[in-house]
């Protein structure tokens, strides 16, 4: 299984190779195999795919593991400094990391057997598969700026009336709370893969002992979700606010009007736009990822639910507050995740009525809400008290239906048995 999984997925990257050749860019093998010597774009995510790897050694392999990655990398620095090439692109450090991955990898292939060495591999793999899927990501979002000349923004615009269009809304209490703020929420929107690898690592603590993998965990819905998303991008091509109705689009966008003047309501249409920005919008992964790394840590301490909450309602004013995603991207992109986490987790312990009936209506409502967006935008602004809470009771039915489902699956504690009271102590 291990072997067919792995061939899928390197014949997908090689064709993503070949699409981003197409179009004259390096493709995501190209770009991972150029962070081995050069300044690596990925940086930290590289130090995070090695910490999901590290979770199959011993504390002992770890801090070995974490001492030749920053000996690696100073290396790299010293050789860059005396050569005097200063990274002018890409993080200064990370290449290091990426070589004790591959050195594991070697290890495991040259000095291991067995169940050991397998359980190497999956750790190597799972540490590859992050950031690979980041490389993944950058060249389906390119491709999409190449292939689909024309947007929907307009008709999302338009439908997010019945939501009040908080974009608008959220985008000006941003602004409102100055560069220091901006700042604050860019940080916990660029850095929502460490967050995942925290919430991951803690999942994942104990497969050094267990010696195997949980049945599953939050890199699964990670990937899954690395993966449709984009496909879903190519069928329904939207940029965003700050992009089509902002400065950020340049003479591409309909006008320069966000946050300040709502957009308007009438005559939606398609509109061209540039190859270079991505049509990233619908759903809003980062959403997506954000509601995934929220579930996977109700299991953990509190400290780490507290985490969970915080990631998901930063990212949430993140993305309408800096324009990126229309209030419905948010909807979708909860229903999209709720959808592939009840499916994931069915197919471990195996597939139910409640399971069917979960997967069958998000994937439903998910369709129904896109679908109506694109022909239904006009009513959507004109009746925005019967769209708007339509638009939440979908997206409660979908939330309560897995709340439901996944208590029903939860084994219950065990009740301790109560002593019987002999009749002379009554």
């Known amino acids: 299984m291990w072997a067919a999984v792995g061939v899928v997925g390197l014949g997908f990257l090689v064709a993503l190779e070949f699409a981003a050749r197409h179009y004259g860019v390096p493709g995501p093998l190209v770009n991972q195999a150029r962070e081995v010597v050069l300044p690596p774009v990925s940086g930290f995510l590289l130090y995070g795919s ?24 100073l290396l790299i620095l010293l050789i860059r400094w005396i050569a005097d090439a200063p990274v002018t692109q890409g993080h200064p450090f990370g290449s290091g990391a990426l070589w004790v991955i591959l050195g594991t990898a070697v290890f ?75 700042v604050f929420l860019d940080s916990v929107y660029t850095q929502l893969a460490v967050a995942a690898v925290v919430v991951a690592v803690y999942q994942l603590r104990k497969v050094a002992v267990d ?7 939050l890199v699964r819905t990670f990937l899954v979700i690395g993966l449709l998303g984009p496909a879903i991008y ?49 759903p809003s992964l980062h959403t997506a990822w954000a509601t995934t790394i ?66 069958v209506h998000g994937t439903v409502v998910f369709t129904a809400i896109l679908v109506a967006a694109r022909y239904l935008s006009t009513q959507f602004a004109a009746h925005p008290w019967v769209f708007g809470p339509l638009l939440v009771l979908a997206l409660v039915s979908v939330i309560s239906l897995y709340v439901r489902t996944v208590r029903q699956w939860d084994p219950k504690p065990a009740v301790a048995p109560q002593p019987e009271l002999r009749p002379e102590l009554v």
């Open 108 to 182: 495991a292939v040259t000095r291991r057997t067995g169940s050991e060495r397998l359980l190497l591999l999956k750790g190597v793999g799972l540490g590859l598969l992050l950031v690979t899927g980041r490389k993944t990501g950058d060249a389906w979002l390119l491709i999409t700026s190449k292939t689909r000349p024309q947007v929907l923004d307009q008709y999302v615009a338009t439908a997010d009336h019945a939501l009040g269009n908080p974009s608008w809304l959220v985008g000006r209490m941003v602004r409102s709370t100055g560069h220091v703020g901006e």
């Open 294 to 359: 929220f579930i996977h840590s109700r299991r953990g301490p509190r400290v780490l639910r507290y985490g969970g909450t915080f990631w998901l309602l930063a990212t949430l004013a993140a993305t309408l507050g800096f324009g990126y995603h229309y209030g419905i991207d948010i909807i979708t992109g909860v229903i999209f995740t709720l959808t592939i986490e009840t499916a994931l987790r069915a197919l471990e312990r195996g597939w139910d009525r409640s399971a069917t009936l979960l997967v």
């Open 50 to 73: 090695m910490g999901l790897m590290m979770v199959v050694l011993t504390w002992r392999q770890r801090a070995f593991a974490l001492g030749a990655a920053i000996g690696v990398d």
């Open 211 to 217: 010696r195997r993998f949980p049945p599953h965990h």
């Open 234 to 282: 190519m069928i329904y091509p939207v940029v965003g606010p700050i992009f089509a109705f902002g400065a950020d689009g340049g003479h591409w966008a309909v006008a320069d009007i966000w946050p300040d003047v709502m957009p308007p309501s009438v005559g939606p249409e398609h509109m061209p736009f540039d190859e270079i920005t991505p049509r990233n919008c619908m």
